[in-house]
């Protein structure tokens, strides 16, 4: 476990005791009903007016920090429990796309208490999948989870007097970089013509040059291949390469987790065949987390056949395909900070299709599993690798997860009612408008596209079963062949010895060979994205190879770096920005 700062600090005489019933009413009344459902109408105005949204765990850690300052550097678990707690109502309150897709495809809006009910259940057996796969991700891989440890580090600064004042230059000035860049952004039209995106080059700065020159090389390869795209009809003229490379991209993620879950299934099966004292227990096993994700996917089937009619093989089938999504987009995200959770709706669909679904409201309940769960899993490895890091109580950080959960379905249904009977517009089906009538304020792309591919269920084409099939051939191939080259000894060897080594190693591990983890990023984003995560990557890896090795750490954790703590400054400030831009949108059409 990562270096901890002290706990020696007291607390205030007027902050309830830790622990006490008293205490977890103050953090949860600060992080459910109120960080929790700011962050949700954020998250909803975003989705609504351009399509994604910023996750809320950097802004409730750094709001959730001023709660507990009075409890010195143990204050920071529950900074991180408040932050846990809010990032969950957050991202529920994001998921009211899916009453707009409702909207969007005509369908008859079910009573309040069903759609809550509905939220729920899938909210729940979403934490559970997070939490049974969290051993493998944040205990075993021990993956980067950059926003995560962007949290980590805020919270030890602005909890700990020492850690702050040799911290707080790099932390701050990274945050009113990322706070000037994403205003400057939305105003300023040559810096929004860069796709100027301060959080993906902080992402870049946590996870290094490896990362990010991996995801720019997987940028370039889909946008030399557009004109291929195009000739063999799988975009229109004019259309972005991640149109078709996002299937790809999904593919390879599979590919290469096959290869890993399949190494860990055969070491833990040598481990279970091999002779050894039983260790001491150490609190409650994995064996309840399956109960409660079996006993929440029941619901979740239970729910969609009940209420909304749904055909039970189908609704199975978005279960089942939730083990699977859970992983790959976990993986995602610890890797590079991006969770595609359209993307993972999208190829449900199109796996659905190919069983035999062709009924749009079918599939967009089925599929709401697909988007739901796989987001509040993500979060839920997100908001472990946190609490990894911070030495947090497991246990307590999951009852937090689940009570925003219970709020964020709330949530859910309240933003979508506000928004869309404040905003007539936003029920209007933007997918069989001309051109000329597309609403210019509220963009909707992330419904944009569930209902597009919905829409298309009818025609749904072979090509896209060729671009999940071959993504998952490379993302299998490479792994392979990473495993058989960069893992041999000689190699290592090779690249230890010198420049030349380094060199070579370097090209082969990002550019000729590179993750497919990391590469499949640029899949999902246009190259600006994927080229601002290389450029983040490249200045930290130079600059720590520049610096002198004698420089003094000052006390700092291991992962408290110079490049962790201005990358995890400059998603704070993006998203800060993120969260102004949407509040003042929404007070100034709420005036109108």
Known sequence: MPTLPTDAAPRATWLPPPGSWQYHVLLGAAGMLVLGPLGGIAAAYMNFSLGFFVG????????????????????????????????????????????????????????????????????????????????????????????????????????????????????????????????????????????????????????????????????????????????????????????????????????????????????????????????????????????????????????????????????????????????????????????????????????????????????LIAATVLLVATAEASDMQQDRSTGWRLGSDRMVQFGYQ???????????????????QAYPVLALDQTSLPADQQPARWTSAMTYKIVGVLHGLSRSRADQYVAVGAGLAIGLATALLRRAILGRPAWQHFAQAGRGGRAADFLLDAVILPSPYASSFGGFVNLAAAGWMAAGGVVASVAAAVARPATPRQGLPQDMSTASLLGGGLIAGDALAALAIGVAGLLSVTRV
């Open 56 to 363: 809320g765990q950097v802004l409730a850690g750094i709001l959730g920090s001023v709660v507990t300052a009075g409890y010195g550097a143990s204050g920071r678990h529950g900074a991180n429990y408040i932050q846990t707690a809010a990032a969950s109502v957050a991202g529920m309150g994001g998921m009211a796309v899916v009453l707009q897709a409702m909207a969007w495809l005509g369908m008859a809006q079910p009573p309040l208490w069903q759609l809550v009910l509905y939220m729920l259940c899938i909210g729940m057996f979403g934490v559970g999948v997070g939490m049974l796969y969290t051993p493998l991700l944040v205990d075993r891989m021990q993956l980067t989870f950059p926003s995560g440890l962007a949290v980590a580090n805020i919270l030890r600064a602005l909890t700990d007097p020492a850690l702050l004042r040799r911290s707080v230059a790099r932390l701050g000035g990274g945050m009113a970089l990322g706070l000037a860049s994403g205003l400057g952004a939305a105003r300023v039209p040559w810096l929004a013509a860069m796709d100027l995106s301060a959080a993906t080059f902080g992402a870049g700065m946590i996870v290094g040059a490896r990362v990010g020159v991996a995801a720019l090389v997987g940028g370039l390869a889909g946008w030399a291949m557009t004109p291929w795209f195009v000739a063999a009809g799988w975009l229109a003229p004019g259309e972005p390469y991640r149109k078709a490379t996002f299937l790809v991209a999904l593919g390879m993620i599979m590919g290469a987790a096959v290869v890993d879950v399949g190494l860990l299934l055969v070491q833990a099966w040598h481990q279970w065949r091999a002779p050894r004292r039983p260790a001491p227990r150490r609190g409650p096993g994995m064996g309840w987390v399956a109960a409660w994700a079996l006993l929440w996917g029941a619901a979740t089937v239970a729910a969609g056949v009940a209420w909304f009619g749904q055909p039970l093989g189908f609704q199975l089938m978005a279960v089942l395909l939730v083990l699977v999504f859970a992983l790959v987009n976990g993986i995602s995200v610890g890797m590079v900070d991006q969770n595609p959770i359209s993307s993972a709706f999208v190829l449900s669909v199109i796996l659905m299709a190919a069983a035999g679904l062709r009924a749009p409201h079918v599939g």
């Open 402 to 420: 689940v009570a925003g959960i219970v709020v964020g379905a709330l949530v859910t249904v309240a933003m979508a009612r506000l928004f869309l």
